[in-house]
């Protein structure tokens, strides 16, 4: 494989931008270079390698901080924009303890903040800061409309074309972005975006409508779907990644309460959910089938004096769509004072409401709230009704940093536009697939979906009105050569990521978990698993598309 999910695989911009980094700076030019946005995370990244690295790599850590040279009269239209880089450099040794901390932090820079930089950095206009970064101060940028470039038709508005359009605004840091790197980035609107991210994420903003420079009234947030009536636009947090936004989250957490107590991951975790709470922090107590018996068992060490950070789990769990049951455990957390922080990605809020259970809610917006594969992005909600609130939100005005790109940040606005109605057609279309599925007995073992899974009871209770089950749906056959068919034949995309536009289909264990496979065994997680996420194909076509497959799967059997 020469590239994949960008916190697995560094990115070819970001290797670019890092090879030409070492080429000026490195000691020793067969070094490795992780970049980072800030030199607070680069410092992060340094202590996490020196708790755990070899005196031999530590000996060769170096970091530099590259910032905008504010003395060249090209570089002023650019200073609100804060284009930074801070690089962890070491001897190639280090590699493995590096990308450790970028791939389970979710840190690093993105892709568009590595090409602008890098252009920046051939012009002479990112430089070496060897004294303390200072956030420039920059003019108030002149309102204007919108560019067209993020004014599209919805996803599923299948085949329909619109002419490109020719942008013409005035002489100002937008058109200068425009000339000088070829980007159609109207500075203007990206706090305007966040501030609509931010609402539609809150359920108080729905409607496809233009961006506007104009404040939004608060009394706006008062209605949302989220049913929380005193939730504030500040109480939803953006972060370059959804792994970054939990990563976020448990540092808040610790901030807030105390760094001594251990979590619970409550349910089979996504990969990196887990190694967080074992690696930045006290520890982690795992229960990885989030079963009533498995409550009973820390409500019953619970009873005995045992105490936590906070308990983390996914609503429904990845791959197994398993729903623990909220309701209890909010009334453990408030018996026992502990935080419960709820990953809600695969259910989304379009489907489920979990802010109510919840003190902090996070998601990668990266999944089906964007869909269209070109930008990553998570998000974090304190819930204002939380015992904990004030904490959090006086860890977060000290300690986190915006680190969303401008450019990821307009691109995540524009897709996240027709995010309710992508979510009703991978409703209808993932209930029709499981209908076909759940028919073929003699093939299929086990199909795994909210509305069909022992805890169907947990989800009901949580599901909003006019909501669906997701689109994530996981199979196991009963046989493996069966499993090998029909993967082979099922004719969408192939790739290991979820919430896409379009259906993948992924061997998901396999690829997630091949280290462990006899350790996800002992969960329920069977090896052969085939996980779809499924898209917004018209339905009569992708429920053809899975009976095909079927067959293919069947003729194995027969063979």
């Not at 170096?62 to 001897?91: F, G, K, Y």
């Not at 619109?162 to 790197?181: G, H, M």
């Not at 792994?243 to 251990?262: E, P, T, V």
Request: charged letters at 25%.
């Amino acid at each position: 494989m020469t590239t994949g999910y960008p916190r697995f695989f560094i990115h070819r911009s970001i290797q670019a931008l890092a090879k030409d980094v070492i080429a000026k700076y490195a000691t020793a030019k067969d070094s490795v270079a992780f970049l980072w946005p800030t030199r607070k995370i680069a410092a992060r990244c340094v202590s996490f390698v020196q708790s755990r690295a070899p005196p031999e790599v530590l000996a060769t850590l170096e970091v530099v901080h590259l910032v905008l040279d504010t003395s060249n009269p090209q570089s002023q239209p650019l200073r609100s924009l804060c284009p930074t880089i801070s690089a962890v450099i070491c001897c190639k040794e280090g590699f493995s303890y590096l990308k450790q901390y970028w791939q389970h932090t979710g840190d690093g820079i993105s892709s568009r903040r590595a090409e602008f930089c890098h252009s920046l950095f051939k012009d002479g206009l990112l430089i070496e800061d060897e004294g303390p970064l200072k956030s420039p101060t920059s003019p108030s940028p002149k309102p204007c409309r919108g560019p067209k470039r993020y004014q599209r038709p919805g996803s599923v508005d299948v085949g329909k074309q619109q002419q490109p359009t020719i942008v013409n605004p005035d002489k100002d840091a937008s058109r200068f972005l425009e000339e000088r790197f070829g980007r159609n980035l109207d500075i203007s609107f990206v706090e305007p975006a966040k501030s609509a991210i931010r609402r539609r994420i809150a359920g108080a903003l729905t409607s496809d409508k233009e961006l506007s420079t104009s404040p939004v009234p608060e009394k706006e947030m008062e209605s949302n779907t989220r049913g929380i009536v005193n939730l504030r636009e500040e109480d939803v947090y953006l972060f370059p990644a959804g792994m970054n936004a939990i990563f976020n989250a448990h540092r808040a957490l610790l901030g807030a309460r105390s760094s001594n107590l251990k979590s619970i991951n409550f349910g089979f975790p996504y990969v990196d959910t887990l190694k967080i709470l074992e690696k930045f922090g006290p520890g982690v107590v795992f229960y990885g089938h989030a079963s009533e018996s498995d409550l009973d068992d820390l409500e019953s060490r619970l009873e005995k004096g045992e105490r936590f950070l906070a308990l983390f789990c996914e609503f429904p769990g990845n791959p197994l769509l398993t729903c623990p049951n909220l309701v209890r455990i909010r009334q453990l957390a408030d018996k026992y004072d502990f935080a419960v922080l709820v990953d809600e990605t695969i259910g989304t809020f379009a489907n489920i409401n979990v802010l109510q259970y919840s003190d902090i809610v996070v998601s990668s917006l990266t999944k089906i709230f964007s869909g269209d594969c070109n930008v990553m992005g998570g998000s974090a909600i304190f819930n204002p009704n939380s015992r904990y609130y004030s904490a959090l939100k006086d860890f977060a005005r000290t300690s986190f940093e915006d680190t969303y790109w401008p450019e990821d940040v307009m691109f995540m606005e524009r897709n996240s536009r027709d995010f309710a109605s992508r979510i009703d057609r991978i409703n209808a279309n993932a209930e029709a697939i499981c209908e076909v599925l759940l028919q073929e007995a003699d093939l299929i073992k086990t199909v795994f979906f909210p509305r069909y899974n022992e805890s169907s009871a947990n989800y009901e209770v949580v599901k909003v009105l006019g909501g669906g089950y997701g689109g994530l749906i996981s199979v196991v056959f009963h046989r493996k050569e069966q499993a090998v068919a029909f993967y082979d034949a099922v004719d969408t995309a192939k790739g290991p990521s979820l919430g896409t536009n379009f259906t993948l289909t992924s061997p998901y264990v396999l690829l997630a978990h091949y280290q462990e496979l006899d350790w996800a065994a002992q969960f329920g997680v069977d090896p052969d698993l085939i996980r779809i996420s499924v898209g917004l194909e018209d339905t009569e076509d992708i429920v053809k598309v899975f009976k095909d497959a079927l067959t293919a799967a069947a003729e194995a059997t027969k063979a």
